[in-house]
């Protein structure tokens, strides 16, 4: 039974590994950021630098699932 869904087991938890480790970068971010005093433009921009790599990694999952829904992938 469990080897049946071993592969979707692997993926998701591939998603979770890389949504803790993008939120754990931010954490760490958020602390560099704070110990650093930033100025308020500079922590704008890693903040949305973070964000875009963060979307681009979800856009990437969502073309990738509907590929393969359609059967290109």
């Known amino acids: 039974m469990l080897s049946q869904y071993m592969e979707q087991i692997e993926a998701i938890g591939l998603d979770l590994f890389f949504a803790s480790l993008f939120f754990f970068i931010g954490m760490a971010i958020h602390d560099v950021l704070k110990q650093g005093k930033v100025p308020k433009f500079g922590r704008y921009i ?28």
């Open 46 to 73: 890693v903040w949305l630098v973070l964000f875009l790599g963060c979307a681009g990694f979800i856009a990437k999952g969502l073309i990738q699932m509907s590929w393969e829904g359609t059967g290109i992938g």
